[in-house]
């Protein structure tokens, strides 16, 4: 047996090596094409509170990709490179061009993944995008969105943000009144900024949502697609406990206390309370989950 788990592992290697050995000039060609399309972003966009979460979205998609890479060399063991790779590459160049030329940089981010996606194709098929499909659509939340399209869809959460902020902390007993996304408590008036309760906020929980999925792999298909579409409401959630946290700070502390140390804190808070509403609400459904099999007697499994 651990013969066996040692050539296993020796062709494992490789074949690797192999892949390697195919790679080595297309990734050349990458880091000459794409080194300053992350040093932009990396000195740009992803400076700011928005689009910080950027880097942390390519640094788990590598990570991911790395683990679920003898996976991909086992499941496409044997299979030959498909040609639908080839106007695919050839359509992320383009995306590339246009982006770069033009100062795109939604084109020229998405263009990175669609080429990823294009050259794996032609080298190991079919197979290989299905090992590694999930850390290519965990990217496309790195990919900056139009500022037109973040306006349109952020006002309106914004705006639902601080209407249940301000019906909860009324409930509680605080004095807060509410015009627009400008709540005043007490004496302090707080505008409900982008950052707190915009699209790019709901993206990256929604992010950090399908990460833990991919994670914890339950084999109960009901329980992981209750579970993503709970997401959305998870992600609002998180959003008017991070806007009521900075709201009470700024209530028993000062206005200095809600806009400087603290409101970084609060961000904190937010993926903190995320990420806990994202277990809770698992446990949740792993209880429910483990009932009806004991009721209906469901071979389906509960991990």
């Excluded at 973040?150 to 807060?176: D, Q």
């Amino acid at each position: 047996m651990n013969n066996g788990l040692t050539i296993s592992g020796r062709n494992t290697l490789t074949a690797s090596k192999k892949i390697f050995a195919v790679w080595w000039p297309l990734i050349v060609g990458l880091l000459i094409l794409y080194v300053p399309t992350f040093f932009d972003l990396a000195t740009g966009i992803w400076i700011s509170e928005d689009n910080a979460h950027g880097p942390i979205i390519l640094s788990l998609a590598v990570w991911l990709m790395i683990i679920n890479w003898p996976n991909m060399l086992n499941r496409s063991e044997g299979e030959k490179g498909n040609v639908i790779g080839w106007p695919i590459s050839i359509f992320g160049l383009l995306l590339y061009i246009v982006g770069r030329s033009q100062g795109i940089l939604l084109f020229e981010t998405a263009s990175f993944i669609v080429l990823l996606i294009g050259i794996l194709l032609v080298i190991k098929g079919g197979e290989a995008f299905k090992a590694q499909w999930f850390p290519f659509f965990f990217m496309l939340f790195m990919v900056p969105l139009p500022g037109s399209i973040v306006i349109a869809v952020t006002l309106p959460m914004k705006m639902a943000v601080s209407f249940v902020t301000e019906h909860v902390l009324y409930l509680a007993g605080y004095p807060i009144a509410r015009s627009g996304v400008i709540l005043q408590i007490g004496q302090y008036q707080l505008m409900v900024a982008d950052a707190c309760a915009g699209l790019h906020t709901l993206l990256t929980l929604e992010a950090l949502g399908l990460f833990y999925l991919n994670v914890v792999r339950h084999t109960a298909t009901i329980r992981n697609v209750v579970l993503a579409i709970l997401i959305v409401p998870i992600s609002f959630t998180a959003n008017v406990i991070r806007v009521m946290a900075l709201t009470l700070i700024t209530y028993y502390l000062g206005d200095a206390a809600g806009q400087g140390f603290l409101h970084g804190f609060a961000g904190m808070v937010l993926f903190l309370s995320a990420l806990m509403l994202i277990i809770t609400t698992d446990s949740l459904l792993r209880f429910i989950v483990k009932t009806r099999v004991k009721k209906y007697g469901n071979p389906e499994s509960t991990r």
